[in-house]
């Protein structure tokens, strides 16, 4: 069965320190893959996509940037953070199925102080 | 731009009764609508998806419309259970090669005992 795996749960984090968040999928070949951000009690924001290996399209601009250098890791990364990129951070991928939705993973808590 | 719109916040609903929530979309009718529920501090889980050329989709307890006419899905549950609290969110796609999907802001339903 496809799985999908997101770590830190939970993370806090210096204003201007870098950041990493990392992704895997387990058990399909070639998902399309996303990073999401949900501010406090606001809805979901496609901050990326990816539909293969070394492909990525941004949806906003900001001080965030992404990366996939194996067809299921997909990393979330920051040189310098700012108190505006607190948020919970979430990975998700599909597949060209019709009947089939997104699978999320479980979610970082990311706090910049 | 493309919009999908929750207009209700919040829901407070009597065990056993039916919940209705609404999601309204602006322009052009999306390829498919789908349904999500999200508890708190974890990723939102795929419920129904409902494409363009179908009216009503059912699910146990779960029916999700969509009216093309009036732009809007309705996503009920009936016999509703203390369980059934969360947060659902519904989200719109269109046929591309990513399969971008973009989300309201949410309803949170509290089912009463």
């Known amino acids: 069965s496809q799985t999908i795996h997101q770590w830190p749960a939970t993370l806090v984090q210096p204003v201007g320190s870098p950041l990493s968040l990392e992704c895997t999928v387990e058990?399909?070949?070639?998902?399309?893959l996303y990073w999401y951000r949900q501010a406090a009690g606001r809805g979901l924001q496609l901050l990326f996509y990816?539909?293969?290996?070394?492909?990525i399209s941004s949806e906003v601009p900001q001080n965030l940037s992404a990366s996939r250098p194996q067809d299921r890791q997909f990393i979330l990364s920051s040189k310098k953070l700012l108190l505006s990129d607190s948020g919970f951070y979430l990975c998700?991928?599909?597949?060209?199925?019709?009947?089939?939705?997104?699978?999320f993973g479980s979610g970082t808590r990311l706090t910049v102080v | 731009s493309q919009k999908i719109e929750q207009n209700s916040e919040a829901l407070n609903i009597q065990e056993g009764k039916t919940a209705t929530l609404t999601c309204n979309y602006t322009?052009?009718?999306?390829?498919?609508l789908q349904w999500y529920r999200q508890d708190p501090g974890r990723g939102p889980v795929f419920l129904l998806l409902?494409?363009?050329?179908?009216k009503e989709k059912r699910k146990e307890r779960l029916k999700v419309t969509f009216d093309t006419t009036l732009k809007q899905s309705l996503f009920h549950i009936t016999a509703s259970q203390p369980a059934d609290s969360a947060t659902y969110l519904c989200?719109?796609?269109?046929?591309?090669?990513?399969?971008?999907?973009?989300f309201g802001s949410g309803t949170q339903l509290t089912v009463l005992p």
């Open positions: 058990g399909t070949s070639n998902p399309n």
């Open positions: 409902i494409r363009e050329n179908e």
């Open positions: 998700a991928w599909s597949v060209y199925r019709d009947n089939y939705g997104y699978t």
């Open positions: 322009n052009y009718s999306p390829a498919y």
């Open positions: 990816s539909v293969g290996i070394g492909q």
């Open positions: 989200a719109q796609l269109w046929s591309g090669s990513a399969r971008q999907l973009t």
